[in-house]
């Protein structure tokens, strides 16, 4: 039965990941990189990582990835294209590392796996994984790899919105700034008049003459 499971799970990681990587809309990438986490949880439940399992469909597949969906829905533009257009030469140079960086990745997984068939796996010391270790190491020797890693996340969510912000640019008209209201001509060389900066902004008008008590 753990086979059967494992045979299940690794495929649902492996078409999570290749659905992330190649679905064009970002909200289904998102959803396709959910399902490849909540495979990884079920791969670390077959390995008696249950703490690693917890975290991964807590943290990841669900505050991250909540994050994740809240950020696709902020920046919008799904049929934006998301970087510019590439030659055929980068393509194919892409496809070749890509390929070349598989095949690596094969080579060192199944020569220490075959070797770890028919067998207990490591001997892990006692306590190995429980959440108190686990604790114990994220805030001893792992504490600045941790705190690094929360930091990048944080940067990326802010760093989507500034660039969501700078391809839609500004989304009501009637956002100006004092900058370039006053560096219009019409406004900066007068004659002033009465209003809002809105009107100001806006193309002259023609306008009755303000009734005064000295103009009478």
Partial sequence: MAEVLFFIAAIGAVAGAVGTVSLRNPFYAVLALVCHLLALAALFLL?????????????????VMVLYVFVVAYVGGVGEPLTGSTGASLRFASIVFALALFVELTIALVGTGLSALETEGANAPAGFGTPAEVGALFLTRFLVAFEIASLLLLIAAVGAVILARRRAGLGDARELSVGDVMRRPDVSAGPWQPGTMIEAAAPPRNRPPSSSPGSR
């Fill in 47 to 63: 390995l008696r990582a249950e703490f690693v399992a917890a975290a991964q469909v807590v943290v990841y597949a669900g505050a």
